[in-house]
């Protein structure tokens, strides 16, 4: 290796180790805050902590401080936003089963392949759906390539293959529409006919409840509820995955 080559690689090494002992220190300076019960500041702490590090610890501590503070919204999100990256992250599937019940909102709406999609994290979907269709090609045409006769086994497996990167792609799909899934954060937030401060209301939403993202123009959302349809500031919601603004 040459000597350019070695500075190169400390240099990245020392950034790598200082954004992580950035986001050790907002950690730790978020659980300070916490037991000092400063829930506003361990909120902010906690929020840069993921920011430079998304952790699902992290996000449900973000939870745990916006809720004691009172923002029950913007806690039912941190919580959703700690099972995108988690799903089997016992804190945050308790911590909302019992927000909800006390802020009486429901949970998403969510299509059948987006549910099937929840049963493991995003990243993980890719990988399936990559590994087994190289698997379900490989049983096809390795024993083409090595002149060897195909057996009933490789036909079985190819199947399988096959049938698992159709089911990725599918939960991939409804990764991409959990995208759109988003939670009012303002407990006065309000759901207007136009665009517009000056739109006509049509109902007022309760904090922590679940809305699908329909369009986005300027600072603004078209959302559909449950129950109705309109637009929303955007200071007053959340996405769960926000790099996959529209």
Known sequence: MSCRAKILLVVLMCALNAGYAATNDWFALGVEYTHDGDFPGAAAAFKNAAGNRPAAGTFVNIGL?????????????????????????????????????????ESPQLKWYESASTWLPPNAWVWIAGASLWLAVGALVLPRVLRCN?????????????????????????VVGRTDIGFVIKKTALLLLTPTHEGEIISNLSAGEPARRIWTRGNYYYIRTSSAAGWIDKSQFGLVCTEMEK
Do not use: C, S
């Open 65 to 105: 401080a916006e809720w004691n503070r009172g923002h029950a919204g913007a806690a039912i999100l941190a919580w959703e936003q700690a099972r995108w990256i988690d799903p089997f992250d016992t804190r945050a599937i308790t911590n909302l089963k019992f927000a909800r019940q006390v802020a009486e909102v």
């Open 150 to 174: 195909r057996r009933g086994w490789h036909q079985t497996v190819a199947a399988l293959g096959f049938g698992a990167f159709l089911f990725g792609m599918t939960a991939n799909f409804g």
